[in-house]
């Protein structure tokens, strides 16, 4: 929440000149320039220069223009991968804050235990990105897993959830999905700055509680939706350690959980191809900073912000 | 009660329950709940709405965690009964499963815990470190250039560790720290977890700016301002970044996998992945019983940790 008002902040401040504790300043921002320098923005220019070439670590980098870039578009499993990842991040999102906000409703208010449930919610964002659980996951929708015994005791014949190239995409985002805990907890916070006041006044003037989620719920919490869905956003967007592990690092069934980080990963360290994983890690930084874009351009129509 | 007074005018000098009575935090649905109100004996048993919805957020809330409380159980069921039995008392205790579990890859499983401790042990330390020393400076220092600075750190945050693990991966193998610890603890110790400089710098921002006034007028620099001052201080936000620090790195795999790829220096993620190749499909037990090895440094500091986690989440969003 903060950290965007933060950039906003800081857009507009005019240029500090002062030189006040410049030696002191220098020392204790060392180690964040050293790291800045030497593992962020140098990594950050030498992708951007590789991306123009042919590299595989064993000869020197070769130059070869867009080549990586028109080869993307040629290429029908990174296409299959966007694809993925888009179906992934849209489905799996939004159902992710809805089951957050709806808790976070559910847990408002002074209810007894309330710590007690927050924490029970909470528990699974915690551990939802463990190779652990992605394993757990795996047994769980298999053919044989926890799921179909369930069904069987309805009479009903699962299928191999894991291993069905229409499903297995699905258990991936319900795992997200169960990781809903970590926003909710975000909500919570926004919800306790809604002055009661209002739902008191709003009742008096007869309005329904669904109406009264519409017209005060959602407006005053609207910053706090928008802060979750761009965190959540470029979350999933980097999704990886799930689907590697449950398709056992082949992005499979036929390519059906083949996310965008993971075909990037075994162009660049199973193929070593290492200028094409340049250039695809640009473009999904490129994907990353045009939603932020969007999002923040979006935000000045539905967002309220109540200065 | 119904004489309380709840106007805001209300003086402070009143005595303390008053002033209790009428702090603002309490709502006016909360003095309306003592207050015997007719509507609300209307409505048809506020008691059993109340009991239908904790009934519910129970049952969801066992929904949730049934597939761990599963695995918890089935970890000591032999492996024949996992899947003949959904239910959640086994109906025998069999260690069996740790047993051939914790030798089944080419070390014993607690090599794999160790290194996966020195990881976590660096990492935590570099990032208290390196961070609230940007930290300090982003909140206390006048700088040429730091509302541009700041900016940049900011943006760092969501920067997608896939555009730099390439060029990365490249440098590292330069420096011949592949199959080191060194790829995953050096860049903590250069604050390169810019969410943990942004949390100390709310946090310091929070603090009373006369203590370190006053401390400059008694002669002190910036160095004992920081380590004598701000840092006593700032506990509660030093808690959150080495709880936080301690569960991402517990829990990352993405870099683990590529800096690491000699089973001596396995840690517990890759082991674990390991498994799964190494035996075959039918050995779930002995699986599910270093999973939940795996996962339980992290509900213990979770346990004792909450409060940091759950505020370090409200005040800046993080997972």
Partial sequence: MAMIQEVAKTRHASRETRKGDGKAAAVFLAPWFIGLGLIT????????????????????????????????????RWIQSLGVTFRYVFFSVPLQLAMALMLAMALDKGLR????????????????????????????????????????????????????????????????????GAPMVIFLAGLRQVPTMYYEAASIDGASKVRQFFSIT???????????????????????????????????????????????????FKSFDMGYASAMAWFLLLIVACLTAVNFFASKYWVFYDD | MTDTPVRPDAHTETTTTTAQRIRPERTLSEVAAEVPDVRRKRRVGPRTRRLIKHLLLIGFGLIMLYPLLWMLSSSFKPN????????????????????????????????????????????????????????????????????????????????PIHVIIVPQYILFSQLEWINTFLPLIVPKLLATDAFFIFLMVQFFRGLPKELDEAARLDGCGHGRIFLRIMLPLSLPALATTAIFTFIWTWNDFFSQLIFLTRPDMYTVPIALRTFLDATSNSSWGPLFAMSIVSLIPIFFVFLFGQKYLVKGIATTGIK
């Fill in chain 1, 218 to 268: 959602i407006p005053l919490l609207s910053p706090i939706i928008f802060f979750n869905l761009v965190l959540q956003l470029i979350g999933a967007f980097q999704a990886f350690t799930q689907a590697f592990v449950v398709s056992g690092g082949t992005g499979g069934p036929i390519d059906s959980t083949l996310f965008y980080t993971l075909y990037l990963y075994q162009q660049g």
């Fill in chain 1, 41 to 76: 923005a140098f990594p950050l220019l030498a992708s951007l220069y590789l991306s123009f070439t042919d590299y595989s670590l064993l000869e020197p980098p070769n130059w070869v223009g867009i080549e990586n870039y028109q080869r993307m578009f040629e290429d029908a």
């Fill in chain 1, 113 to 180: 235990g309330l710590a007690f449930y927050r924490s029970i919610y909470y528990l699974p964002s915690l551990l939802g990105g463990s190779v652990a659980i992605a394993l757990l996951w795996r047994q769980v929708f298999g053919a044989d897993g926890l799921v179909n015994q369930f069904l069987a005791y309805f009479g009903i014949q699962g299928y191999g959830w894991v291993s069905h190239p229409d499903y297995a995409l699905g258990t991936l985002m319900i795992l997200n999905v169960w990781t809903f």
């Fill in chain 2, 80 to 159: 024949e009964i996992i899947f003949r039995e959904p239910g959640l008392i086994p109906s025998e205790i069999d260690l069996t499963n740790y047993t051939a579990g914790w030798n089944a890859l080419l070390h014993p499983f607690s090599h794999y815990l160790m290194n996966s401790a020195i990881v976590v042990m660096g990492s935590v330390l570099g990032n208290l470190i390196s961070c609230s020393m940007a930290a300090y400076a982003f909140a206390r220092l006048k700088f040429r250039g730091r509302p541009l600075w700041f900016a940049i750190m900011l943006m760092t945050i969501m920067l």
